[in-house]
């Protein structure tokens, strides 16, 4: 018998093994992660296909986060892989370096449209020493800082391809993923007059030895050994309730049904989910909000070259509307080992909408699209092209829209009302972000949590630091 408090987890991706790992490593309690699928790590996950070991689309491991590098460093040890970061935009016909440099950018842009965005740029520098509102979506947000035309070549079409139309976005979008303060910044970087900062480009990042998919199971085997349990194989069909918590997780583990006590739950399964096991059907205003949070599906094409490489970067960013997908990976640029030294993989990822032609199309023809565009840039000829795979993922990238702030406070409001629930992580919090906040996440949970405050004191808090991420490429 143990006097641990018992903890169980929902779902087994970084978010929830992290939150198990931290937890774990405490001492206090009795951890238990359930998994549906048959292995953990979700999309961080690495699987083996036509002779290469290949991930889920581009990853890596990178933080600014205080604390977090030393974290994954400590628990990763040699199983870690220093790499320089190589990547790229293909514009207009050229690869263009990132961070971008003065004399490769006009090259490819050519005076006339380098003068255009020097132009646009002043307009918007001139129209910021007046009264000016602050932005109301991604396309104010990006065309006060950069100026119209930057934004017609590319950001708007690379947002358009991710997240669809960017004036209906919010702001809060940009405000993530863009990491430059604005056109001045860039000016200024440009010139040589200003560095890139660990804030804004990653020179260097991590990468496990046997693909990301290491990362997680070096987490998993670290809870196991601190004690705690993993179960995949794992359907949660109830949480078991009395007042105002959650007194036991019901599932079928392996087809059997068993029943989890639990003090603490934590999940980092679909809120949509976790709500129908908490209210059902019976709170129409939590089910009016939850259910009307946006996602884009993911959509993965592996294309296999009879080539030991093609590419000098590990991934290309695509802004093109041209080309059908927005990224081009390439496993071996992070490990040469994880495939055969005479061919090579091209990951290409698209996000797409329920109902979409993309969502509908066969692998087949998604395949060809994928083809065709890497024909159209000149990196493969058809003759390179040895097969394909193709990889769909349903309501994976979270959309900020208009409305979507009212939407999580109400959601995150009706969840609190359940006194011992946490939720993590990018689909457990609606929260548009990479593995090392995941990893985070886990880390404030179990410091917090371990040292008495109460969960809803944790939510907020959570949910004030999850805020002010940012994603660093």
């Given at each position: 018998m143990t006097d641990k408090q018992k903890i169980v987890v929902l779902g087994a991706g970084v978010s929830g093994l992290a939150a198990g790992y931290f937890l774990a490593r405490t001492g206090k309690y009795q951890v238990t992660v359930l998994e549906?699928?048959?292995?953990?790590?979700?999309?961080?996950?690495?699987?083996?296909?036509?002779?290469?070991?290949?991930?889920?689309?581009a990853h890596k491991l990178y933080s600014v986060i205080p604390g977090i590098m030393e974290e994954i460093q400590a628990l990763m040890g040699d199983r870690l892989l220093e790499l320089p970061k190589k990547n790229r935009l293909f514009l207009r016909g050229q690869l263009v370096d990132y961070p971008l440099r003065l004399g490769n950018l006009?090259?490819?842009?050519?005076?006339?449209?380098?003068?255009?965005?020097?132009?646009?740029?002043?307009?918007?520098?001139?129209?910021?020493?007046?009264?000016?509102?602050?932005?109301?979506?991604?396309?104010?947000?990006?065309?006060?800082?950069?100026?119209?035309?930057?934004?017609?070549?590319?950001?708007q079409p690379l947002a358009e391809k991710v997240w669809g139309d960017p004036a209906s976005l919010h702001a809060e979008m940009a405000r993530t993923r863009v990491p430059a303060s604005g056109g001045f910044e860039v000016i200024l970087k440009l010139l040589g007059l200003k560095k890139e900062t660990a804030e804004t480009n990653a020179e260097l990042f991590y990468y496990p030895r046997k693909g990301f998919g290491d990362f997680p199971n070096a987490m998993a085997e670290r809870t196991q050994q601190d004690g705690g349990k993993i179960h995949?194989?794992?359907?949660?069909?109830?949480?078991?309730?009395?007042?105002?918590k959650i007194v036991a997780v019901e599932a079928l583990v392996e087809g059997e049904k068993t029943t989890f006590p639990s003090d603490y739950?934590?999940?980092?399964?679909?809120?949509?989910?976790?709500?129908?096991?908490?209210?059902?059907?019976?709170?129409?205003?939590?089910?009016?909000?939850?259910?009307?949070l946006q996602f884009r599906h993911l959509i993965l094409v592996y294309i296999f070259l009879k080539r030991s490489l093609v590419l000098e970067d590990q991934w290309i960013f695509f802004p093109e509307k041209d080309i059908v997908f927005s990224r081009l990976f390439e496993q071996k640029q992070m490990n040469p080992?994880?495939?055969?030294?005479?061919?090579?993989v091209l990951s290409a990822d698209f996000t797409t909408t329920e109902g979409s032609e993309l969502w509908q199309a066969s692998d087949e023809e998604l395949a060809q699209k994928v083809i065709e565009g890497l024909i159209k840039t000149g990196l493969v000829d058809e003759a390179d092209v040895d097969?394909?795979?193709?990889?769909?993922?349903?309501?994976?990238?979270?959309?900020?829209?208009?409305?979507?702030?009212?939407?999580?406070?109400?959601?995150?409001?009706?969840?609190?009302?359940?006194?011992?629930?946490?939720?993590?992580?990018?689909?457990?919090?609606?929260?548009?972000?990479?593995?090392?906040?995941?990893?985070?996440?886990?880390?404030?949970?179990?410091?917090?949590?371990?040292?008495?405050?109460?969960?809803?004191?944790?939510w907020d808090k959570l949910e004030r630091r999850v805020a002010d991420y940012k994603i660093v490429d």
């Open positions: 549906k699928a048959p292995v953990i790590g979700g999309l961080c996950g690495t699987f083996e296909k036509n002779g290469f070991m290949l991930d889920y689309g006009a090259g490819a842009l050519g005076p006339l449209m380098f003068l255009r965005i020097g132009l646009g740029f002043g307009i918007e520098i001139l129209k910021g020493l007046f009264n000016r509102k602050p932005p109301a979506s991604y396309e104010e947000y990006i065309i006060q800082r950069f100026g119209r035309p930057t934004y017609d070549l590319i950001f995949c194989n794992t359907q949660v069909t109830g949480l078991k309730q009395s007042a105002d739950v934590i999940s980092s399964i679909p809120l949509p989910l976790v709500g129908k096991l908490i209210f059902g059907e019976r709170d129409v205003q939590f089910n009016r909000a939850v259910q009307g080992e994880m495939g055969p030294s005479d061919r090579t097969g394909h795979y193709v990889y769909k993922q349903q309501n994976f990238y979270p959309r900020y829209d208009q409305e979507y702030v009212e939407k999580i406070k109400t959601v995150s409001q009706k969840l609190q009302q359940v006194t011992n629930l946490l939720t993590t992580g990018r689909i457990g919090m609606y929260n548009y972000n990479n593995s090392d906040h995941c990893t985070d996440m886990g880390r404030f949970i179990a410091e917090h949590l371990a040292a008495g405050e109460q969960p809803n004191v944790i």
